[in-house]
C-alpha cells in the first residue's frame, strides 16, 4: 500500500537551536516506525545537514522560518525540508559540486557539496526543487527483511550527475 497513512508538518524558526528539536522528532518518528539503530542514525544526520543549509543560507537577516514535512508510509519515510529564503540556482549547484574522492581533504571541497554529497549517500532518494524558496526531500525506505538496491540516488535535478 502507497497511501500516506500519517503526515506531520512542523514550522520552525530558522535558527541554529532549533535544529536539533527537528532532528529529534524525526528520529522519534523513526523510532516508532523500526526503522534500525542505523537507519535512524543516518535519517537524523541528514534531516540536520539540511536544516542547517536553511539555516546557513537561506535567509540573511536571520529571520525566516524553514518547513518540514513528514510523509509517513508503509515502506518509506519521506521528509520534506523547505524555506523561502534565497533560492539558488540549480545549474550553478551543479556546476559547484564535484565528486567526492577520498584523496581530497575535506578542506579543499566545493561549499555545499559535502552537505548534499552526504545527504545523498545518507538516504536513498533524494529530490531537491528551488522554484519557491529551496525544497529537499529525502526518502528513507523500511527495510523490513527486504534489501531495496540502487532505489535511486539524487533524481530529477542531478540525475544526470550519477
Known amino acids: 500500500m502507497n497511501q500516506t497513512s500519517d503526515f506531520l508538518e512542523m514550522k520552525v524558526p530558522a535558527k541554529p537551536e532549533y535544529v536539533g528539536v527537528v532532528r529529534l522528532t524525526i528520529?522519534?518518528?523513526?523510532?516508532?516506525?523500526?526503522?534500525?539503530?542505523?537507519?535512524?542514525?543516518?535519517?537524523?544526520?541528514?534531516?540536520?545537514?539540511?536544516?542547517?543549509?536553511?539555516?546557513?543560507?537561506?535567509?540573511?537577516?536571520?529571520?525566516?522560518?524553514?518547513?518540514?514535512?513528514?510523509?509517513?508510509?508503509?515502506?518509506?519515510?519521506?521528509?520534506?525540508?523547505?524555506?523561502?529564503?534565497?533560492?539558488?540556482?540549480?545549474?550553478?549547484?551543479?556546476?559547484?559540486?564535484?565528486?567526492?574522492?577520498?584523496?581530497?581533504?575535506?578542506?579543499?571541497l566545493k561549499e555545499g557539496g559535502l552537505g548534499l554529497f552526504l545527504i545523498d549517500t545518507l538516504m536513498d532518494k533524494v529530490e531537491i526543487s528551488n522554484a519557491a524558496g529551496v525544497i529537499i526531500i529525502m526518502t528513507k525506505f523500511l527495510h523490513r527483511g527486504e534489501v531495496e538496491q540502487n532505489v535511486g540516488r539524487i533524481s530529477a535535478t542531478f540525475s544526470d550527475r550519477q
Open 27 to 108: 528520529s522519534g518518528i523513526a523510532n516508532r516506525l523500526g526503522y534500525t539503530y542505523d537507519d535512524i542514525e543516518d535519517i537524523k544526520i541528514a534531516v540536520a545537514e539540511a536544516c542547517t543549509n536553511v539555516v546557513n543560507h537561506a535567509y540573511r537577516d536571520g529571520d525566516g522560518q524553514m518547513t518540514i514535512g513528514c510523509g509517513v508510509y508503509q515502506d518509506r519515510l519521506e521528509i520534506m525540508v523547505a524555506d523561502r529564503g534565497k533560492s539558488f540556482s540549480v545549474d550553478e549547484i551543479q556546476g559547484s559540486l564535484g565528486p567526492v574522492s577520498a584523496d581530497k581533504p575535506i578542506s579543499q
